[in-house]
């Protein structure tokens, strides 16, 4: 009679579909079949939310130079066009969240470039700012490598149960794997908190540690649901209260390291490394976690992981050297009104409420004299 672990492996064994076996029978190739649309469904998904995203980005940065550019200034959380901006945002979220439950983490995680290089195009659109030629190379190599990613992702299908996760979270791999994250991440706590070491590869290699819990998390939560959805309950079970709080916890600190982040370094500097750790982290952890390479191919891997490189070049090429938009220097410059002679601009004084001091006509005239008087 077998025991638990016994049963989550026959029944782990009967959740994995592949490609290969499809192919000499009738219903496993029509099983292979509905998995291969229900990845499609996950593409889908991903590419949508991430392009929802792209928009609410923009739509929240025109509210800030709108509201910046106002007489009245007044916080953006009163701006409706703000609001819009944060639902859209948490509509793409929601796709993206969906997306692992029907489709692999390498082949979800990835795709995140989507919302880079769509932001970029959009922000160009309608935006008016510029596009550069680096913007279309990156935009061009973004979209190359997520169709190689797309094609060339491990073609392994697995039906997210409890008993799944459950096998998977006692699992030696990823024990190993966790206890090793734990130890980096402790190591590098340290440098950051007690010896002040704040370099960017610090901060973002703590949200790629964390980022790792998320996406096993988020997939097992999403993956339950689906289940849940289309066969049996699964929601009963302990294990999708775990892996919820894991999936809370762990973004909740993601959040706070990334804001560290931006605080100390600028956004094209912190958008790009991010996406990087972040995609590596996740590919990792679904390899380890979710055994997603299992049984693929070398030349697919090897695509695969070239599709990955040309996403990242493509990243870095759109967000290199993004200039910030600059608001208008609140200083007069007196010399370019006629009528009016002085020595430099005046700049508003910085401890009071005055915006300068205009020189009279005696300075005026003692300066064509060739006198100097300090104003």
């Known amino acids: 009679m077998a025991g638990p672990g016994g049963a989550a492996l026959d029944e782990l064994s009967r959740n994995f579909t592949y490609g290969a076996l499809g192919a000499g029978n009738g219903s496993l190739s029509g099983a292979w079949y509905r998995r291969n649309q229900f990845h499609l469904f996950g593409v889908l998904l991903a590419v949508l939310g991430n392009l929802v995203i792209s928009i609410s980005l923009n739509i929240q940065k025109y509210s800030h130079l709108q509201l910046a550019h106002q007489e009245h200034a007044r916080p953006f959380f009163r701006s409706l066009l703000w609001w819009g901006g944060a639902l859209l945002m948490a509509l793409g979220e929601t796709g993206n969240f969906a997306a692992y439950g029907f489709a692999p983490i390498t082949l979800i995680a990835p795709l995140g470039c989507m919302s880079v290089t769509g932001s970029a195009f959009i922000s160009a659109m309608f935006l008016k700012e510029n596009l550069r030629a680096s913007d279309v190379l990156g935009m061009t190599l973004a979209f190359a490598g997520s169709y190689l990613l797309v094609n060339f992702a491990p073609n ?220």
């Not at 508003?348 to 006509?361: A, K, V, Y």
């Open 156 to 375: 392994i299908s697995q039906a997210i149960s409890a008993r799944t996760v459950q096998y998977y979270f006692v699992g030696w791999q990823f024990l190993i794997y966790v206890i090793l994250e734990i130890l980096i991440f402790c190591i590098l706590l340290y440098f950051y908190k007690r010896k002040g070491m704040k370099h960017i590869v610090i901060l973002l290699t703590l949200v790629a540690l964390l980022a790792s819990l998320t996406v096993i998390s988020v997939k097992a939560v999403s993956g339950m649901i689906a289940f849940s959805v289309t066969d049996k309950m699964q929601l009963t079970y302990p294990i999708f209260y775990i892996m919820l709080i894991i999936m809370i916890a762990s973004c909740v600190f993601q959040v706070k390291f990334l804001n560290q982040a931006t605080n100390l370094y600028s956004t094209a500097t912190v958008v790009p490394i991010n996406h990087i750790f972040f995609t590596t982290s996740a590919i990792i952890a679904g390899i380890i976690f979710y055994k997603e390479f299992l049984g693929a191919a070398f030349l697919a891997m090897f695509i695969y992981f070239f599709g990955c490189f040309l996403s990242f070049l493509g990243v870095l090429l759109v967000t290199r050297n993004r200039e910030k938009e600059h608001l208008p220097q609140s200083y007069i410059d007196l010399g370019n009104i006629p009528g009016k002679q002085t020595l430099d601009k005046i700049q508003p004084d910085s401890n009071g409420l005055s915006c300068g001091t205009l020189p009279d006509g005696s300075d005026s005239t003692k300066s064509q004299s060739g006198e100097k008087k300090e104003v």
